[in-house]
């Protein structure tokens, strides 16, 4: 009994360190309890579009600051995108999907179910996570989705090596 208890104490320190060192990383359980989405709410999500290429943003309930300049941060995200893939059409291909932007990790059929980017043709939506765990920046997976809707990255990722000097992720 005496040993059970005692490993339990130690366990629950070690949670507790964990989170208090990932403070800085905002709500740390909020970004890494996967979050079940609905697909059909998203594509309702009021929208924005990006004041130079015209993407439509649209920003889940309390997912992303209010006036955080998202829409040009995403304008110039796809510039450096487009440079570095050589991609000449402003946006053209990527240009039909709404982007859902989330909170945090969602519940997805890839990677062992938990996401912080989703590209969703059949719903037309580029989904990805404000922040994620352990991933540098806002919007950390939306390059990847864009590579993957310009068919530049393979939906099984045999060339995310390849690709990722221009997605980091
Ligand atoms: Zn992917």
Known sequence: MKRT?????????ALSLTAASCANMGRFTDIMNPEELSREELRKLPYETTPRYGFMVGVAPNAAPENGGLLEEIDFRFTAFSECFGITD???????????VVHGTFTCVYHRGRCNGEYDPGNTLIIVSYKAFNRKGILPLLE??????????SSGHENLDEVKKC???
Do not use: F, P
């Open 144 to 153: 990847h989705e864009w590579a993957h809707a310009y068919g530049i990255l």
């Open 5 to 13: 208890h005692l490993a339990r104490l130690i366990v629950t320190l």
């Open 90 to 100: 402003e946006g053209k291909e990527a240009s039909d999907y709404l982007i859902a």
């Open 167 to 169: 997605t980091r992720y």
